[in-house]
């Protein structure tokens, strides 16, 4: 039973481009949460998802971020036009239970960095 | 803002001996879980503990629960090398997503 997926694993991109992040939840689970972390910092929550519902989104910046995770297919965590602030690791995890009943399990993450 | 705060920031010892990580927090919770991460990797899920639990073992990890000072403690007994990393808390309340701390890097040395 492979493990919660990312990818990619390192992603570069310029100021006002668009980065895609991809997560595939373990096999059996069908709740998602997306995280940042910054440098020598704790994970910040940004959205949970179940498929095809946004459940909680308190944690995602206003603007520019979006989230979805479609019947079919991985998890995506959409940045449009990044800025240097977006530079930061992003995790996913997934657990087959309601929010915060049990353990979540975590992707390696996406490292994003803007220049 | 976090609910969590891991203490000390970091921590460095001796292969062998053992490691106390404390974690507080400041709202009624669910439960509390304590995280490892390795440089550049991933959390791993290390232990739960429910609010009606004081305290509950795991290996060579013990986890203690405070509930009435809002406090949590991670002992890891005869640390080896491969111990060194990040040991974040993570606290659960009602419907709320998971909160973490800081961390604690951990350094363990041969």
């Known amino acids: 039973n492979a493990g919660v997926m990312q990818n990619p694993r390192h992603l570069v991109r310029r100021r006002g481009q668009e980065a895609r992040l991809r997560c595939s939840p373990m096999k059996g689970h069908s709740h998602v949460y997306w995280y940042r972390q910054l440098p020598e910092e704790g994970l910040k929550f940004m959205v949970y998802l179940q498929k095809e519902n946004i459940i909680d989104e308190s944690g995602m910046p206003k603007e520019r971020f979006s989230a979805e995770f479609p019947k079919e297919g991985p998890s995506i965590l959409r940045i449009q036009q990044v800025v240097r602030g977006d530079s930061a690791a992003y995790f996913c995890a997934s657990s087959p239970d309601l929010a915060g009943v049990g353990e979540q399990y975590f992707g390696p993450g996406t490292r994003l960095t803007v220049t | 803002s976090q609910q969590g705060e891991e203490d000390p920031q970091a921590l460095s010892i001796q292969e062998g001996e053992n490691a106390t990580m404390n974690c507080s927090y400041k709202t009624s919770i669910n439960n509390l879980q304590w995280y490892r991460q390795n440089s550049g990797r991933g959390l791993v899920h290390l232990i739960l503990i429910r609010s009606n639990e004081r305290e509950k073992h795991s290996g060579r990890l013990r986890v203690t629960l405070d509930t009435s000072k809002k406090s949590s403690s991670l002992l890891i007994t005869a640390s080896r090398a491969a111990d060194t990393a990040s040991y974040f808390c993570?606290?659960?309340?009602?419907?709320?997503?998971?909160?973490f701390g800081k961390g604690t890097r951990l350094s363990v040395i041969a």
């Open positions: 993570a606290t659960e309340s009602g419907n709320t997503p998971l909160v």
